[in-house]
C-alpha cells in the first residue's frame, strides 16, 4: 500500500476494512469471532472496541497458517466449523458465505475453499484441481510456474475447515516456500496425505474476493462498495440523481422519497427522514436530517440535528453541537457551533452563532454574530422567544436577551436585556449640511498649493 496506515486500516466506503469480514461474520451469527492483528496492532485494537470480538496478537509476521494457529489456540475445546476470512477483503458477503459454510456442511468436508474464475489472476493463488474436480493444491503466484500461471480459478483466501482436522494439520505445516512463511493453503496437501478430499466452492460474485494490496484496488474496493450501498437505497425508495457521484456511508440511514443530487457526501451514523432533498455538494456527518428538510447547496453539517420541515444554506455551516427544532431557516452563509434554535426561528443571511440558546420564532438578521470567546474561556449567548435582531449586531456574551425583546440594527449588546424591551447601542446619527461641498474646496485649495 506504500502507507504509514496498516492496510486493513484503510477505510473502504468511509470505514476501515476490518470492519466488513467482522461484520459478515456478525450477520451469520457465529458462536466466537477471533480477529488476529499484526501491524499497528493498537490501532486496529481501537478500531474493534465496542464490538463482540477477541484479539490476538501476531506479534511475527509468519505466514497465514501462523496466524490462523494463534487463532486455533483460543479453540481447543471447540468441536465444529471454523470459517477463515481475511481481513483486506471488504467485499465479500454474508450471502456468499452462508452457500459456502451449507455447502461444506453438505458434503460433510473438512476443508472447503471459496474461489472464482477471473480474467487475469495474477498476484492469486492458482487452484489446482485433480479429474474429480476436488483440489489438489494452491498454487501462490510467487511460487507458480508458467503453465500453472495460466489457471484462471483463484484462491480467495476464505476457507471452511473441520476445526479437528485444522488443528492437527496445522501442526505440520512447514515454511518450506520462497517467503518461508507458513501458508494456510498448505493444509490441502497435508489433508490429500491423510486420505481425505479439499473441495472448492466456486463463486461468480468476482468482485467479492478482491484482495486490497494497492491503492488502485483499494479505490476499485470503494467504487464497488458504495454502488452496492447506493442500490441498497435506491431499492427502498431513496432518489439518487447521480449515484455514481453520489457518497454513502454503510451506516448512514435515509427514509422513503428522499431525492440526494450528485456531489453530496453522506457519512458516519447519519439519518434522513423521509422526502427530504439534499442538493449538490453538500457533506453530512453523523448527524439527524428530519423529514421534509431541505439542505442546499455546498451546506456542511457535523454532529447535529435538524428537526422537520427546516431549511439549511446554501453555503451554510452547522457544527458539532448543532440543534435545530422544526420549521427552522438556515440561510447563506450562516455558521452556527453548539448552538440551539426553536421552531420557527430563522438566520437567512452571513451570521455566526456559537455557543447560543435562541428560542422559537426568533429572527437573526443579516451580521449578527455572538462574540462568544474572550481570549481564555467561551460564553454562552441566550435570546428568548419571540426575540427580533437587527442587522450587524453583536452579542458580547454571557448575555441574556429577554422574551419579545427588539434588537436594533448596528447594537453591541453587552448587557442583559430584559423582556419586551428595545436594545439599541450605537453613536448617534449626525448630519454635516454643506460638508461635502467644503471637502471639494479643501481639496482643490491644496492641489493650487501644490
Not at 504509514?4 to 469480514?21: C, E, F, R, S, T
Not at 454474508?94 to 480474467?119: C, F, Q
Request: aromatic share 6%; charged share 25%; with cysteine.
Amino acid at each position: 500500500m506504500k502507507s504509514g496506515l496498516a492496510k486493513v486500516l484503510h477505510p473502504v466506503a468511509g470505514i476501515p476494512m476490518i470492519l466488513y469480514p467482522v461484520k459478515v461474520a456478525e450477520e451469520i451469527s457465529s458462536e466466537r469471532i477471533i480477529v488476529v492483528v499484526g501491524h499497528q496492532a493498537d490501532r486496529v485494537k481501537d478500531v474493534l472496541s465496542g464490538r463482540d470480538v477477541e484479539i490476538v496478537q501476531q506479534v511475527e509476521q509468519k505466514g497465514t497458517a501462523d496466524a490462523v494457529r494463534l487463532a486455533m489456540n483460543s479453540l481447543i475445546e471447540y468441536k465444529g466449523v471454523v470459517l477463515v476470512l481475511c481481513g483486506d477483503v471488504p467485499l465479500i458477503n454474508s450471502k456468499t458465505i452462508s452457500g459456502l459454510i451449507s455447502a461444506h456442511r453438505d458434503r460433510g468436508a473438512i476443508m472447503t475453499v471459496l474461489t472464482t474464475e477471473v480474467e487475469d489472476p495474477s498476484g492469486y493463488g492458482r487452484i489446482v484441481r485433480s479429474s474429480d474436480g476436488s483440489i489438489l493444491r494452491i498454487a501462490e503466484e510467487r511460487d507458480a510456474d508458467n503453465e500453472i500461471k495460466r489457471i484462471k480459478e483463484i484462491n480467495s483466501g476464505t476457507y471452511v475447515f473441520d476445526s479437528l482436522f485444522l488443528s492437527e494439520v496445522l501442526r505440520e505445516i512447514k515454511s518450506e516456500n520462497a517467503q518461508r512463511e507458513f501458508y494456510l493453503t498448505d493444509s490441502i496437501e497435508t489433508g490429500l496425505k491423510k486420505g481425505f478430499k479439499v473441495y472448492a466452492y466456486k463463486t461468480i460474485e468476482r468482485e467479492e474476493i478482491i484482495g486490497i494490496n494497492s491503492r488502485n484496488e483499494l479505490a476499485m474496493a470503494d467504487i464497488i462498495m458504495r454502488r452496492r450501498i447506493n442500490n441498497r437505497h435506491m431499492l427502498n425508495g431513496v432518489t439518487m440523481i447521480n449515484p455514481d457521484n453520489t457518497y454513502v456511508g454503510m451506516d448512514v440511514s435515509i427514509g422513503q422519497d428522499v431525492t440526494i443530487y450528485p456531489g453530496a457526501t453522506i457519512e458516519g451514523n447519519t439519518t434522513i427522514g423521509s422526502r427530504s432533498v439534499i442538493y449538490p455538494n453538500s457533506r453530512i456527518v453523523n448527524s439527524q436530517i428530519g423529514s421534509d428538510v431541505n439542505i442546499k447547496d455546498s451546506s456542511v453539517i457535523e454532529d447535529s440535528r435538524i428537526g422537520d420541515g427546516s431549511q439549511v444554506g446554501p453555503f451554510a455551516h452547522l457544527r458539532p453541537g448543532t440543534i435545530l427544532e422544526k420549521n427552522v431557516r438556515i440561510g447563506n452563509y450562516v455558521e452556527l457551533k453548539k448552538a440551539f434554535m426553536g421552531e420557527g426561528s430563522k438566520a437567512n443571511h452571513l451570521t455566526y452563532l456559537g455557543d447560543a440558546e435562541i428560542g422559537s420564532d426568533v429572527n437573526i438578521g443579516a451580521g449578527t454574530i455572538t462574540c462568544n470567546y474572550d481570549g481564555k474561556k467561551k460564553h454562552r449567548t441566550t435570546i428568548g422567544d419571540g426575540v427580533f435582531v437587527g442587522s450587524d449586531v453583536q452579542f458580547v456574551a454571557p448575555v441574556k436577551i429577554g422574551e419579545g425583546a427588539f434588537i436594533a440594527a448596528g447594537s453591541t449588546v453587552t448587557k442583559d436585556v430584559p423582556p419586551g424591551s428595545l436594545a439599541i447601542s450605537r453613536v448617534e446619527q449626525k448630519n454635516m449640511e454643506g460638508w461635502v461641498e467644503k471637502r471639494k474646496k479643501r481639496k482643490g485649495n491644496k492641489t493650487q498649493e501644490k
